[in-house]
Nanobody
Protein backbone atom coordinates (compact mmCIF):
# COMPACT_ATOMS: atom_id res chain seq x y z
CA UNK A 1 0.00 0.00 0.00
CA UNK A 2 0.90 3.65 -0.38
CA UNK A 3 0.13 6.24 2.27
CA UNK A 4 -0.40 9.80 1.06
CA UNK A 5 -0.41 12.96 3.17
CA UNK A 6 -1.24 16.34 1.67
CA UNK A 7 -0.10 19.70 3.03
CA UNK A 8 0.15 23.32 1.99
CA UNK A 9 -3.49 24.34 1.85
CA UNK A 10 -4.80 27.52 3.40
CA UNK A 11 -6.79 30.72 3.04
CA UNK A 12 -5.56 33.12 0.36
CA UNK A 13 -6.88 36.00 -1.69
CA UNK A 14 -7.72 35.89 -5.37
CA UNK A 15 -4.57 36.21 -7.44
CA UNK A 16 -2.33 34.66 -4.80
CA UNK A 17 -0.32 31.45 -5.10
CA UNK A 18 -0.06 28.25 -3.09
CA UNK A 19 2.01 25.12 -3.42
CA UNK A 20 0.50 21.85 -2.29
CA UNK A 21 2.67 18.90 -1.38
CA UNK A 22 1.82 15.23 -1.09
CA UNK A 23 4.24 13.04 0.83
CA UNK A 24 4.13 9.35 -0.04
CA UNK A 25 5.30 6.42 2.05
CA UNK A 26 5.06 2.68 1.75
CA UNK A 27 5.78 1.22 -1.63
CA UNK A 28 8.09 2.72 -4.26
CA UNK A 29 6.72 6.12 -5.18
CA UNK A 30 8.07 6.05 -8.73
CA UNK A 31 5.98 2.96 -9.49
CA UNK A 32 2.80 5.04 -9.42
CA UNK A 33 1.18 7.54 -11.71
CA UNK A 34 -0.03 10.43 -9.58
CA UNK A 35 -2.81 12.95 -9.69
CA UNK A 36 -4.52 15.82 -7.94
CA UNK A 37 -8.29 16.04 -7.56
CA UNK A 38 -10.51 18.54 -5.80
CA UNK A 39 -13.97 18.56 -4.29
CA UNK A 40 -15.99 21.68 -3.62
CA UNK A 41 -18.97 21.67 -1.25
CA UNK A 42 -21.96 19.98 -2.84
CA UNK A 43 -20.00 18.90 -5.89
CA UNK A 44 -18.39 15.70 -7.07
CA UNK A 45 -14.66 15.16 -6.80
CA UNK A 46 -13.08 16.32 -10.04
CA UNK A 47 -9.79 15.77 -11.82
CA UNK A 48 -7.30 18.64 -11.66
CA UNK A 49 -3.93 17.39 -12.86
CA UNK A 50 -1.98 14.19 -13.42
CA UNK A 51 1.61 13.18 -14.00
CA UNK A 52 3.26 10.01 -15.26
CA UNK A 53 5.58 7.84 -13.18
CA UNK A 54 8.78 9.55 -14.26
CA UNK A 55 7.22 12.99 -14.60
CA UNK A 56 7.70 13.21 -18.35
CA UNK A 57 4.00 13.64 -19.16
CA UNK A 58 1.30 15.76 -17.56
CA UNK A 59 -2.36 16.58 -18.10
CA UNK A 60 -4.65 19.28 -16.70
CA UNK A 61 -8.31 20.12 -16.58
CA UNK A 62 -8.97 23.09 -18.86
CA UNK A 63 -9.93 25.42 -16.02
CA UNK A 64 -6.42 25.31 -14.50
CA UNK A 65 -4.25 25.17 -17.61
CA UNK A 66 -1.66 27.93 -17.54
CA UNK A 67 -2.18 28.52 -13.82
CA UNK A 68 -1.39 25.19 -12.12
CA UNK A 69 1.70 23.02 -12.50
CA UNK A 70 1.99 19.44 -11.30
CA UNK A 71 5.42 18.00 -10.61
CA UNK A 72 7.05 15.21 -8.66
CA UNK A 73 10.36 14.47 -7.00
CA UNK A 74 10.78 10.71 -6.95
CA UNK A 75 13.92 10.97 -4.83
CA UNK A 76 11.88 12.73 -2.14
CA UNK A 77 8.71 10.65 -2.63
CA UNK A 78 6.76 13.86 -3.02
CA UNK A 79 4.14 15.18 -5.42
CA UNK A 80 3.53 18.91 -5.85
CA UNK A 81 0.87 21.21 -7.22
CA UNK A 82 1.94 24.80 -7.79
CA UNK A 83 -1.17 26.97 -8.01
CA UNK A 84 -0.86 30.51 -9.32
CA UNK A 85 -3.45 33.21 -10.04
CA UNK A 86 -5.92 31.52 -7.75
CA UNK A 87 -9.61 32.23 -8.19
CA UNK A 88 -12.54 31.86 -5.78
CA UNK A 89 -13.80 28.96 -7.90
CA UNK A 90 -10.61 27.05 -7.02
CA UNK A 91 -11.90 26.76 -3.46
CA UNK A 92 -12.12 23.07 -2.57
CA UNK A 93 -10.53 20.24 -0.66
CA UNK A 94 -7.59 19.03 -2.72
CA UNK A 95 -6.63 15.35 -2.75
CA UNK A 96 -3.60 13.59 -4.11
CA UNK A 97 -3.95 10.07 -5.42
CA UNK A 98 -1.77 7.23 -6.68
CA UNK A 99 -2.56 4.89 -9.54
CA UNK A 100 -1.11 1.58 -10.69
CA UNK A 101 -2.02 2.65 -14.21
CA UNK A 102 0.37 3.41 -17.05
CA UNK A 103 1.08 6.87 -18.42
CA UNK A 104 -1.03 9.84 -17.35
CA UNK A 105 -4.16 8.76 -15.50
CA UNK A 106 -7.09 11.18 -15.49
CA UNK A 107 -10.04 8.99 -14.50
CA UNK A 108 -10.91 9.04 -10.80
CA UNK A 109 -11.88 5.37 -10.85
CA UNK A 110 -8.41 4.33 -11.93
CA UNK A 111 -6.77 5.63 -8.77
CA UNK A 112 -6.00 3.12 -6.06
CA UNK A 113 -4.86 5.21 -3.10
CA UNK A 114 -6.02 8.58 -1.78
CA UNK A 115 -4.85 11.08 0.77
CA UNK A 116 -7.10 12.76 3.34
CA UNK A 117 -7.12 16.11 1.55
CA UNK A 118 -6.09 19.67 2.30
CA UNK A 119 -8.44 22.66 2.25
CA UNK A 120 -7.81 25.53 -0.16
CA UNK A 121 -9.96 28.61 0.26
CA UNK A 122 -9.68 31.58 -2.10
CA UNK A 123 -11.43 34.78 -1.09
CA UNK A 124 -12.50 37.41 -3.59
Amino acid sequence: QVQLVESGGGLVQAGDSLRLSCAASGRTFSNYAMGWFRQAPGKEREFVAAISRRGSSTNYVDSVKGRFTISRDNAKNTLYLQMNSLKPEDTAVYYCAASNGVGVVTRKGEYDYWGQGTQVTVSS
